[in-house]
């Protein structure tokens, strides 16, 4: 079992950037596909970006499209969301997950497809 320690979170205004990061440990990340999905009050988690085992393939929400660059560290066992131009809707728990796959450049970006699951970082922009 791996366990993801989200980071980096915090209040910023718009238009402003953050860098999550999410520390995984007890297995090595270079065999989990990893996601970042996220959470506004009262509403579902929703998928937000996805890179594979080796970093060579990434996947977005047509929300954060140009604005969020989701990367990997496999050395450092890291995983990292760049968020730039923040709107206030992006306002939310984000949260890192991690799926076991055999497959370099799978990626996947349905939040049942993951099994484990860091305990979120809160980011807030304000308007």
């Known amino acids: 079992q791996v366990q993801l320690v989200e980071s980096g979170g915090g209040l910023v205004q718009a238009g402003g950037s953050l860098r999550l990061s999410c520390a995984a440990s007890?297995?090595?990340?270079?065999?989990?596909?990893m996601g970042w999905f996220r959470q506004a009050l009262g509403k579902e988690r929703e998928f937000v970006a996805a890179?594979?085992?080796?970093?060579?393939?990434?996947y977005y929400a047509d929300s954060v499209k140009g604005r969020f660059t989701i990367s990997r560290d496999n050395a450092k066992n890291t995983v990292y969301l760049q968020m730039s131009s923040l709107k206030p809707e992006d306002t939310a728990v984000y949260y890192c997950?991690?799926?076991?796959?055999?497959?370099?450049?799978?990626?996947?970006?349905?939040?049942?497809?993951?099994?484990?699951w860091g305990q979120g970082t809160q980011v807030t922009v304000s308007s």
């Open positions: 997950g991690a799926t076991f796959t055999y497959s370099s450049i799978t990626y996947r970006h349905a939040a049942e497809q993951y099994a484990n």
């Open positions: 007890g297995r090595t990340l270079n065999m989990y596909a």
């Open positions: 890179i594979s085992r080796s970093g060579e393939r990434t």
